[in-house]
């Protein structure tokens, strides 16, 4: 049984570039969400894509954008990327039952995006 | 403004000990609070939780405690062993909304 999968692993960007991170959740479940880990941080939510639709959102510009896939897959998009997106994105998936969240969260490795 | 406060950023314990590790919440809205685990180029696993509606919950060698009028849980790992060296964030949550996550603190079992 799959767990969640992430790629890239790493990537290096320069400012002002545009990045596409994309995530596979575990198999069964039906909700993506992305966070944010800056170093010596705890992961920071940026928001929870369910039935291909963002469903709720952190304290995060425009710039951060995603997508859901029919399949449940998920995409993150950041756009004008700044010297502070440099990160590791971690991407969750968890199941949703009847609007409740069923279980707790299951997370990849990460992407650890790096901005020169 | 920190939802979630880890107070102490790292810990030593030798193996074999108790390990405690504490978290303070500002809001009493909350009503499910969580532990999760990190170990270096891993993501975060699910180690253990505890509805509002409890004070205790145990799993093994982990317990954890909730005091809500202190708005205050805690990780007790008992015996500790190497394995248990890692990144421990406190996390919590109110129904099915985002799960909003602490700073961490670094477990160090010194053998």
């Known amino acids: 049984d799959a767990g969640v999968t992430q790629s890239p692993t790493h990537l290096i960007k320069t400012r002002g570039q545009q990045v596409t991170l994309r995530c596979s959740p575990k198999?069964?479940?039906?909700?993506v969400s992305w966070y944010q880990q800056a170093l010596g941080q705890g992961p920071q939510f940026i928001f929870q894509?369910?039935?291909?639709?963002?469903?709720q959102r952190g304290n995060f510009p425009d710039r951060f954008s995603g997508h859901q896939f029919p399949n449940y897959s998920s995409e993150l998009n950041v756009n004008a990327l700044l010297l502070g997106d440099s990160a590791l994105y971690l991407c969750a998936s968890s199941l949703v039952v009847s609007g409740l969240r069923v279980g707790e969260l299951f997370f990849g490795e990460g992407s650890r995006l790096t901005v020169l | 403004d920190q939802q979630v406060k880890q107070n102490s950023p790292s810990l030593s314990v030798q193996e074999g000990r108790i390990s405690i590790l504490n978290c303070d919440y500002t809001?009493?809205?909350?009503?499910?609070f969580l532990w999760y685990k990190k170990y270096p180029a891993e993501g975060p696993t699910f180690l253990i939780s505890?509805?509002?509606?409890?004070d205790k919950n145990e799993d093994g060698r982990f317990t954890v405690f909730l005091n809500k009028s202190a708005k205050h849980l805690s990780l007790h790992i008992v015996p500790s062993q190497p394995g248990d060296s890692a990144v421990y964030f406190c996390a919590v949550t109110f129904r099915d909304d985002k799960i909003i996550f602490g700073k961490g603190t670094r477990l160090h079992i010194l053998p």
């Open positions: 198999s069964g479940h039906d909700t």
């Open positions: 809001n009493s809205m909350f009503d499910y």
């Open positions: 894509y369910y039935e291909e639709e963002e469903r």
């Open positions: 505890i509805s509002s509606i409890k």
